[in-house]
């Protein structure tokens, strides 16, 4: 009976990829939908987008585009479209194709995830792709126009609410369009039979087993089940790359978001920076990475910068001087003040230590602090709020420090408690960066850009707005067994992790079965 | 009669309305674990395209309440929100097949093989198999049933590997007959199944093994002893019938709550039931698979209780009469 779950057909020889943990699929390839997450890889492996960032190089990559330029007002954008695409139906792509999307999303409000028809005016046609015309000057939105997922007009038009459709069979211009299989729990992808890039893909097939838990991916992971995952290994040399080290492999780049003690505003306490200041110099930051994250991380001493935003930084992170004193001159106010909590999603195992590290650091500061773990609803909503006195929590991503710096600082975003606010959890405002904040977004000049990121930085190191910890590293792990090709520091043409779409298109791209494969 | 059809409609109309109102006294709502599950992405902006999208709730809480309940009779039980746009009808009814299969296999297993071994103990009540089986039964199944079922899928299942460590089939297969089909579910329900028996097993056993040790004191067990009657005759034909009563009355309890009961059994087997589904729904804050979920445990519950009441009938004679009244 031994060996009796091997019964049936061995399937043939697919990438086998781990990234979201489910316990079953639900049919859905709807990349422009918010309702729910489409099946991976909707955004950029089926629906390609114009352009995808490459986080490791900090840098664009065209796709569907080859080329973008600004003119001199920087109100309009001019973007070069690739000729000769199909879509995976044997249709050919057009800029009336890209037209109609953004049309769709102006029309259904509910598409618009990123927001862009709060400051696009229009779009057109050009001879060689296409023009859009901005209300005013918005430099940020250049992220949200061309990581758009294109969708074809011959298809969607025929959609009666495409905020609620499923798109289970769907046709895209990317690398990976034919659902060969589809079930509960598994899924499997074929080659686009028409990609623009001649002999690519490679890899024929992708597979996609539901993993329902961390626990159940990392065995599968173990075991050489499992090509290219995106979760978090514990003691991953021990447990993961011993077994074959010639062909496994990870890379947890420090490019995911930074990991930020939020203090509140709301508490008196938290309004002097020299506290602030304080308070961050009593946490032991290597102690953090070591015991909280197994090492998998840096410390971050005082730059709000994890290596995604090498490129913008003036200095780099130093340890912070002068602790002693600060901490003597806050003596006073620290040692008269209330007792104070800590929230943090219970189960995230790897931030639950890191408070638990950071209350008893804060505890020889003469702090009465107890770290609260709720469950994830109770502590979004608490957050959002303003209901808490400390929080772990992430910060914002995108091509630019905008979005993080308007999370960290921005006036305009620093509620009044009570009321909800998705960014700025901690209620800072400082005006003068409000006001960096509003000639960052109408710079599209990359060098004034730049000068204009720096003060932020040094309005940043002045203010101490909330506490950084440690970058969250990008998980990203590799068996090389059946197949290669996959980014590594050395050649960082993309970020390794699976999580971060469209951008892992780019792998899927350059992946090539091995060759001695039976 | 009628007065018992009337307290279980009444007990039913309840649990559901309690259904109903706890859900929505947790904090946050569909759309905020929507946005949770966004990060860093999350920009006043896409939470703005996310509300728009999502709607809120249709209607004040009576027209919801309303919707909900004349929803259950209907068989609309909605749309899930995390497994959007599946219908919540559709998900429970996949997910209540295998949780069946492994819950209600273990239950009569365990049922079976507990009471039978009882019935051996009770005959030399303090000797020979009475002396060691019981306690280890009570001691394994004194353990956690968590760690017992994490212990099982490392060492049998990943250690050994001689079991399948998740899912209720091999997903990557493809089966040409329906035979392969069929030993390969039942491979992979083994250890979730095994697990359960062996955790449950003690208390089947004590139950029956104390009865009939009360049975065989009786004056009418010692009579048909005297008549010179075999002591499987006395024991098959009189006191194991009359000392099952307390036993099935545990198993009506059982019954209804294998339907919720294998949940842990679920999370660790990674096994796409009912108990895994109420997980997620709980995790994401979906309503409506939320009250599906809960509906289909409370059906299940008071069905079984139904069921029992009436069964009682035909095994007990006294409650026969009981029941005379209406």
Known sequence: ?518 | MRKKLLNYFLAGWGALTLNFILPRMMPGDPVEATLGRLKGRLTPEIEAAIRSAMGQAEGNIFEQYWNYLSGIVTGDWGVSVVRFPEQVSTLVWNALGWTLLIAGTALILSFVIGTFLGVLCARRPGEGLDRWLPPLLIFIGGFPYFWLAMVSVSYLGYSLDWFPVRHAESVERYFDTTWELVLNRAWHAALPIGTIVVASLGGWLLTMRNALIGELGTSYVQMAFSKGLSERQVIFGYAARNALLPSITNLGMALGYVVAGALLTEIVFSYPGQGLLMLEAIRNQDYPLLQGCFATVTFAVLGSNLLLDLLYVFVDPRTRRGGDES
């Open chain 1, 1 to 518: 009976m031994l060996g009796c779950h091997d019964l049936g057909r061995a399937p043939e020889n697919a990438l086998v990829v781990s990234v979201e943990q489910q316990s079953s699929w639900v049919r859905r390839f709807n990349p422009l939908s918010p309702m729910a997450t489409p099946r991976w890889p909707s955004k950029g492996g089926i629906y390609e987008t114009l352009m995808t960032f490459n986080s490791a190089k900090e840098s664009w990559v065209g796709v569907l585009a080859t080329g973008f330029s600004w003119d001199e007002s920087g109100t309009v954008l001019r973007l070069v479209l690739r000729k000769q695409v199909k879509w995976s139906d044997g249709s050919l792509f057009s800029a009336d194709d890209v037209l109609f999307t953004f049309e769709l999303m102006r029309t259904h409000p509910g598409l618009d995830t990123g927001g862009v028809w709060k400051h696009l005016e229009s779009v057109s046609m050009t001879d060689a792709g296409l023009e859009f015309q901005f209300k005013a000057v918005h430099a940020p939105l250049f992220d949200g126009i061309v990581q758009t997922p294109i969708v074809p007009k011959h298809i969607w038009t025929k959609v009666e609410d495409p905020v609620r459709y499923a798109d289970e069979s769907p046709v895209g211009t990317g690398p990976f369009t034919q659902v060969l299989r589809f079930d509960p729990m598994i899924y499997e992808l074929g080659a686009n039979p028409h990609y623009w890039e001649p002999g690519i893909p490679k890899v024929k097939r992708l597979r996609f087993p539901a993993y329902s838990s961390n626990d159940q991916a990392t065995l599968a992971l173990v075991r050489g089940e499992v090509d290219w995952a995106g979760n978090f290994v514990p003691a991953i040399d021990t447990t993961y790359v011993r077994k074959d080290p010639d062909h496994r492999r990870y890379w947890f780049a420090r490019t995911g978001t930074m990991v930020f003690l939020y203090l509140n505003q709301l508490v008196d306490l938290f309004k002097d920076v020299d506290v602030r200041r304080a308070i961050s110099c009593s946490i032991d930051r290597e102690r953090l990475v070591d015991i909280a994250m197994f090492g998998y991380t840096r410390s971050a001493f005082q730059s709000p910068y994890s290596d995604g935003f090498a490129k913008w930084e003036k200095s780099p992170d130093q340890k912070i001087t002068g602790c002693e004193s600060l901490v003597q001159k806050s003596r006073d106010a620290l040692k008269n003040a209330k007792p104070l909590e800590i929230l943090v999603v219970s189960g995230w195992s790897d931030w639950v230590r890191a408070a638990q590290l950071v209350a008893r650091d804060l505890a020889a500061l003469g702090l009465d602090v107890k770290v609260r773990t709720l469950e994830f609803g109770t502590w979004f909503g608490r957050v959002q709020n303003g209901d808490f006195d400390m929080s772990i929590g992430w910060s914002a991503e995108g091509s630019t420090p905008y979005q993080l710096m308007r999370g960290l600082m921005d006036p305009k975003l620093a509620l009044a408690a009570g009321e909800k606010s998705v960014q700025n959890w901690h209620r800072y405002g400082d005006e003068e960066a409000g006001r960096l904040l509003e000639i960052l977004a109408r710079t599209v000049d990359e060098k004034k850009s730049l000068e204009i990121v720096h003060q932020l930085e040094d309005r940043f190191y002045a203010t101490l707005p909330s506490i950084p910890l440690f970058p969250n590293p990008s998980w990203a792990v590799f068996n090389e067994s059946n197949y290669t090709g996959f980014p590594d520091p050395k050649t960082p043409y993309a970020g390794g992790s699976p999580n971060a779409l469209p951008e892992a298109a780019l792998v899927l791209k350059r992946l090539a079965p091995v060759e001695s494969q039976p």
